[in-house]
C-alpha cells in the first residue's frame, strides 16, 4: 500500500516539477523598454561570469554576483567575488571605462576612444539591440541579449562576459560613485 502511494507522490512530483514553467520579465523592465530612462535610476543585482583567452590560455572565473546602478548616462556595476575583493566598473557617458580594485587602491583605465560612445546602460540591459556583431582590426564578437530571461553574452575571440539580471528596480538612491583620488592609475590601452 505504501508503495502505491510513494509512485503516486513521485509521479506527481516529477510532472509537476519538469512542467513548463512561465517566466514573468519585470514590469520594470517593461517600463523601461517602452518609455525609456526618463530621468530614472535603476539598480538591481546581477551575476556575473567572464572568460579570457590569451596564448591558448583559458582564464575563466567562476563568477560573481553584484549590485548595479544605472541611467541613461552612467553604469556602475559592483562585483563581490567570493574569494577577492569588491570590484567597481564604472562609465560614464563621454568619459573612459575605469574598473577599480579596492583592496589593491588601483584603478584601471580603458583607453579605446570608441568605448566612450557606447551606449552601456543600453547595451547591458538589452534596451537597444538583442544582436549585435563587431569587427575593429583583429577584434571581432558578438554581443547577444534575451529580454525573456534578462541575460546578456558579449563573446569574442579575446574574451566572453556572461551577465544574468537577478532583479531589477527604480530607485530613489543616488548613485554611489567610486572615488579614486588615493590610488594609484593605470592606464590600459588596447591597439585594435
Excluded: H
Aim: charged residues 30%; contains cysteine; hydrophobic residues 40%.
Amino acid at each position: 500500500m505504501s508503495l502505491k502511494r510513494f509512485i503516486i507522490f513521485f509521479l506527481f512530483f516529477l510532472l509537476t516539477s519538469c512542467a513548463y514553467k512561465e517566466v514573468q520579465v519585470p514590469s520594470v523592465y517593461l517600463t523601461l523598454a517602452t518609455e525609456g530612462f526618463q530621468g530614472r535610476t535603476l539598480k538591481g543585482r546581477v551575476f556575473f561570469q567572464g572568460e579570457l583567452f590569451f596564448l591558448n590560455d583559458n582564464n575563466s572565473s567562476g563568477g560573481s554576483y553584484g549590485t548595479f546602478y544605472t541611467t541613461a548616462d552612467e553604469l556602475i556595476l559592483i562585483l563581490t567575488p567570493p574569494l577577492s575583493t569588491e570590484i567597481f566598473i564604472y562609465w560614464k557617458r563621454g568619459e573612459e571605462v575605469r574598473v577599480l580594485n579596492t583592496s589593491k587602491k588601483k584603478v584601471y583605465t580603458i583607453k579605446i576612444k570608441e568605448l566612450r560612445d557606447i551606449d552601456f546602460p543600453s547595451y547591458f540591459l538589452g534596451l537597444k539591440e538583442r544582436e549585435r556583431s563587431f569587427k575593429k582590426g583583429f577584434f571581432s564578437g558578438e554581443y547577444r541579449f534575451s529580454d525573456k530571461d534578462l541575460q546578456g553574452t558579449l563573446e569574442s575571440n579575446l574574451l566572453k562576459l556572461n551577465w544574468k539580471i537577478k532583479e531589477i528596480a527604480f530607485t530613489e538612491e543616488t548613485l554611489p560613485r567610486p572615488d579614486w583620488k588615493d590610488f594609484k592609475e593605470k592606464d590600459i590601452k588596447l591597439i585594435f
